[in-house]
């Protein structure tokens, strides 16, 4: 008797359950669809050397989902409680028929196990759905070509995902059982009939506010950009509290002032229902603030996120390309100065010193020695042809460079990304220009030409080009040993080592003759071309003597292949890509859902001023109307206003991607946030319709 009344109930009341169905059929569709990216075929057949960034992917999803779920644990109680109290006087009536609080409890669990289960049914089959397309976007991430993948379910995340929603679905029932046992029969019959308590009465105050919160936020802002997001100093911790202070007061000091503007434009005011709705919004948004306030700044990190994460991983695979001109680059460091005193202090390893002096530091030589040592293929047969440059101290200071040219770093270079003593404690390196041709032509680029009282700018590290290109225009004169050479009026942008993220900052490439005889390097960079076939070899060689401790051998300080350089850059970009394409798509769909709910709520309490409304002659249409402008504004106003918050933070993520590479947002990032104005919107028409079948319900 029971499951048929739970069973008709939820039929009966099918558009009540909308938004509730809809917030759990798209949770348990993205938690799925996200957590089978891992074990999916598709995935599963990727080459070998990926192989750690796809376990990476799902160690880090699968500790991610435990917060997602924590987060759709409270929708699905906070949706759920809606529900509970919009049936309040159903309830009322049961218990004055002489229904059990127990029986009650049990109708209600049966409706929530019901829905929950189709929702499951549904949720999992779209996640299904949607977890191929992903799958097989994360596979050609990945990898260059993933061919004859078949459909797949992960039965493991399938078990999973229905455990964690029947978990959740346990914790909501048990909350429902406290709410129903704990209620009086008095609150269920009178619960709708309870008014928002208006927390700001004064319009000319609320007025006030609202100016003083655009100032706040506008000091924030400004407070942030000079600042930006590398430094976090007072200046950054006060310009995150004031956004937070003055987005909390904006939605405050909101529904006051837009009362008072409207009321001052009489037309549009006295206009069909505008002031029935405009009363209705004010009410719901001066009692709703705080929770407006944190959905406009989870709005906000949500967009960042996606859009700065992605635009991270894809400045680092726009510099793949230029980072990967050869085979393999070994760098080698001999002397960096000391943090107290200054100086430069060996930092080769306790024994391997001697060998590098028996070599002369030439790394070719001492790396063809270390392969005998070690008992490895031959270096001529691993190695078709290299390369050293080496980087000498120049003892040329960015102050000297500003004094030269007339241009400061600082005025180039983003807030935040260079330290204050950028430009008396940093120096830029020295090369010798047949080292630097020798390295341009392996690499497949034409010589520089340079005059014996030349000088030329290298720099590929894109946060400092602008600064350099500046520099470089002005053809100043700066002094290395004793010689005064000008600078060309152009600059040389190319990476010549491989790498993932260039950093060449500044290097000055002079005539061989500038460098004296007896001059140490404290750096050496070895490019090398393998011999056809023999790259992963001496990928495997340059690991072994990386890691041998046989002082023998020469000592190396990194070693980066071509291969791994694209390998992580693919890796890089599916993990950050997925992981904040997951994260940002619950976030939007519990602000949107609590918007939601918010919105039905209120709909639902005051649907006998809507039946008031009918009486005195309002047609359908219109009270329509005034019900899609108020949900409408009470959703967009948060968005507005998270969208401006991310406006301003993108300002200054630019110059942090800048330390990557070129900003580029990408496709995906643009496909990510449309698909979540996507789901907002979708949120919002659910909302609307529910909200004016409750007030048609209601009315007839």
Same mark, same amino acid.
């Given at each position: 008797?029971? =499951?048929?009344? $739970?069973?008709?109930? #939820?039929?009966?009341?099918?558009?009540?359950? $909308?938004?509730?169905?809809?917030?759990?059929?798209?949770?348990?569709?993205?938690?799925?669809?996200?957590?089978?990216?891992?074990?999916?075929? $598709?995935?599963?057949? +990727? &080459?070998?050397?990926?192989?750690?960034? #796809?376990?990476?992917?799902?160690?880090?999803? !699968?500790?991610?989902?435990?917060?997602?779920?924590?987060?759709?644990?409270?929708?699905?109680?906070? =949706?759920n409680r809606f529900l509970i109290k919009r049936r309040n006087k159903e309830f009322a009536l049961y218990l004055t028929l002489g229904m059990r609080k127990s029986d009650l409890f049990k109708v209600s669990a049966l409706e929530t196990c019901i829905v929950g289960a189709l929702s499951l049914v549904v949720g999992?089959?779209?996640?299904?759905? +949607?977890?191929q397309v992903l799958s097989n976007v994360a596979a050609s991430m990945f990898d260059t070509a993933v061919e004859g993948v078949a459909f797949s379910i992960s039965a493991e995340t399938l078990v999973y995902t229905v455990a964690v929603f029947a978990v959740i679905f346990f914790v909501t029932v048990a909350?429902?059982?406290?709410?129903?046992? /704990?209620?009086?029969? +008095?609150?269920?019959?009178?619960?709708?009939? /309870?008014?928002?308590?208006?927390?700001?009465?004064?319009?000319?105050?609320?007025?006030?506010?609202?100016?003083? !919160?655009? #100032?706040?936020?506008? +000091?924030?802002?400004?407070?942030?950009?000079d600042n930006g997001l590398m430094n976090v100093n007072e200046q950054f911790i006060g310009a995150t509290v004031l956004v937070c202070v003055g987005t909390v007061l904006f939605f405050y000091s909101l529904s006051g002032f837009l009362l008072r503007l409207f009321q001052t434009i009489r037309p549009l005011y006295l206009r069909g229902l505008n002031m029935f709705f405009l009363r209705q919004l004010s009410a719901r948004v001066n009692s709703a603030f705080v929770s407006m306030s944190v959905i406009s700044l989870t709005l906000f990190l949500a967009i960042t996120s996606v859009c700065g994460g992605i635009g991270i991983c894809n400045a680092m695979a726009s510099g793949v390309e230029s980072g990967t001109k050869y085979d393999a680059s070994v760098i080698t460091g001999y002397m960096t100065p000391d943090p107290e005193s200054g100086e430069m202090v060996s930092i080769v390893p306790e024994g391997f010193d001697a060998f590098v002096e028996e070599h002369d530091r030439d790394m070719a030589s001492g790396l063809a020695d270390s392969a005998a040592a070690l008992g490895a293929a031959s270096w001529d047969d691993l190695v078709d042809r290299s390369v050293q440059v080496d980087f000498y101290m120049s003892g040329i200071t960015y102050g000297d460079v500003r004094q030269a040219s007339g241009e400061s770093i600082f005025d180039h270079v983003g807030a935040g990304i260079m330290s204050s003593d950028m430009e008396s404690n940093s120096f830029l390196d020295v090369v010798g220009v047949s080292q630097f041709n020798d390295a341009r032509e392996l690499a497949g680029l034409e010589p520089v030409a340079l005059g014996e009282d030349e000088a030329l700018i290298w720099s590929d590290f894109t946060t400092t080009v602008p600064y350099f290109e500046a520099v470089a225009s002005k053809q100043p004169v700066l002094s290395y040993e004793g010689r005064d050479l000008r600078v060309r009026s152009e600059i040389s942008r190319d990476t010549l080592?491989?790498?993932?993220?260039?950093?060449?900052?500044?290097?000055?490439?002079?005539?061989? !003759?500038?460098?004296?005889?007896?001059?140490?390097?404290? &750096?050496?960079?070895?490019?090398?071309?393998?011999?056809?076939?023999?790259?992963?070899?001496?990928?495997?060689?340059?690991?072994?003597?990386?890691?041998?401790?046989?002082?023998?051998?020469?000592?190396?300080?990194?070693?980066?292949t071509a291969s791994d350089v694209r390998t992580q850059s693919k890796g890089l970009v599916a993990v950050v890509s997925y992981l904040a394409m997951y994260i940002g798509f619950v976030l939007v769909i519990a602000c949107a859902a609590i918007l939601a709910i918010q919105q039905l709520t209120d709909a639902s309490n005051n649907v006998r001023r809507y039946e008031l409304l009918a009486k005195l002659g309002a047609p359908e249409s219109m009270i329509s109307g005034a019900l899609f402008k108020q949900i409408g504004i009470y959703f967009l106003f948060p968005l507005v206003l998270g969208v401006a918050h991310t406006l301003c933070a993108m300002q200054v993520v630019i110059d942090v991607v800048r330390v990557f590479g070129y900003m580029d947002i990408g496709q995906m990032s643009v496909i990510a946030v449309a698909a979540f104005l996507a789901v907002y919107g979708a949120y919002f028409l659910v909302t609307y319709f529910t909200a004016r079948a409750m007030v048609r319900f209601r009315r007839s």
């Open positions: 008797m029971l =499951a048929k009344l $739970a069973f008709a109930n #939820v039929r009966k009341s099918a558009k009540d359950f $909308a938004v509730y169905f809809f917030t759990l059929v798209l949770g348990i569709a993205v938690f799925y669809a996200f957590n089978s990216v891992a074990g999916s075929d $598709a995935v599963a057949r +990727i &080459s070998e050397d990926t192989r750690q960034m #796809v376990e990476l992917l799902g160690v880090i999803i !699968s500790g991610v989902s435990l917060f997602i779920a924590v987060i759709l644990a409270f929708l699905v109680i906070y =949706a999992l089959a779209l996640g299904i759905g +949607i977890s909350l429902n059982t406290g709410y129903l046992f /704990k209620a009086k029969l +008095i609150d269920l019959l009178h619960g709708d009939r /309870k008014n928002e308590v208006l927390t700001l009465r004064s319009l000319p105050l609320s007025f006030v506010l609202f100016v003083v !919160s655009c #100032v706040i936020i506008g +000091i924030s802002y400004k407070l942030l950009m080592e491989t790498t993932g993220v260039a950093q060449r900052a500044g290097v000055l490439v002079v005539p061989d !003759s500038c460098i004296p005889s007896d001059a140490v390097p404290y &750096s050496s960079l070895l490019d090398v071309q393998c011999k056809p076939g023999q790259a992963e070899a001496f990928g495997a060689f340059m690991d072994e003597v990386e890691n041998t401790p046989d002082t023998n051998t020469w000592p190396v300080t990194m070693v980066q």
